[in-house]
């Protein structure tokens, strides 16, 4: 295979793919995911635009490989994060948590690209896939910790995704700057938000088990 300064033409054209991928970040942290474009996006890569059609297809599948890149590098980190922390759940959900804040604070571009997967259609499939990712890991986890007392499978899973999505808005929200709270009090609020939501299981479905309003009690 030919090289050229050192590097084989699958590794010089992935390095072409990084750069395309950096240069997208760098857009959306400016301005967001609409007015990405193929002739820009070249430019700042420091590529001729043919480069640009070597990886992707167009500005859309650049988006969407650009976050799948920082998301599948988060999924790492959680998963570190969850088979590093103790076997217990506070201090599991702390760790993950305070992961997550780190990874986004490691590069501040992150935080765009996070509050552009809650606004922008154009990552709305994305935004669903990732929900569903993290809600299987906290399912899979409240199991791992609490076995039984969990709650039933339907219920474990109802409350995961109520409580990925809301906690996903809810760091969006104050990356943006609407939330008055330090991230020390943001941080305490998420876990116990989590912690406490695990805790009702129990009386969640007594009461999804009591007789709706106007029906009778169960044998009667």
């Not at 395309?20 to 970040?25: C, F, G, K, N």
């Not at 938000?193 to 299981?201: A, H, N, Q, R, S």
Request: proline share 2%; hydrophobic share 45%.
């Amino acid at each position: 295979m030919a090289m050229h300064r050192g590097l084989t033409a699958d590794q010089r054209r992935e390095q072409r793919r990084r750069q395309l991928l950096e240069a997208a970040l760098d857009a959306v942290a400016e301005n967001g995911v609409r007015d990405l474009r193929v002739r820009a996006i070249s430019a700042r890569a420091k590529l001729n635009d043919r480069y640009f059609y070597e990886s992707f297809a167009d500005c859309q599948e650049l988006l969407l490989a650009t976050f799948d890149d920082q998301f599948n590098r988060a999924l790492t980190g959680i998963m570190a994060a969850v088979a590093d922390s103790p076997h217990e759940l506070r201090a599991r959900v702390r760790a993950v948590i305070e992961f997550a804040f780190g990874f986004i604070d490691e590069d501040p571009r992150r935080a765009r690209l996070l509050v552009e997967l809650q606004t922008a259609e154009a990552l709305g499939g994305r935004r669903a896939e990732m929900v569903d990712v993290l809600t299987t890991v906290m399912t899979g986890q409240v199991r791992a910790l609490l076995g039984a007392d969990a709650g039933t499978d339907e219920t474990v899973t109802l409350t995961a995704l109520t409580v990925v999505s809301g906690l996903l808005d809810l760091a969006a929200q104050w990356y943006r700057g609407r939330l008055d709270v330090g991230r020390p009090q943001l941080i305490d609020f998420m876990i116990a938000l989590v912690v406490t939501t695990t805790d009702i299981t129990g009386a969640l479905e007594r009461r999804l088990a009591a007789p709706r309003d106007g029906e009778a009690a169960p044998g009667r």
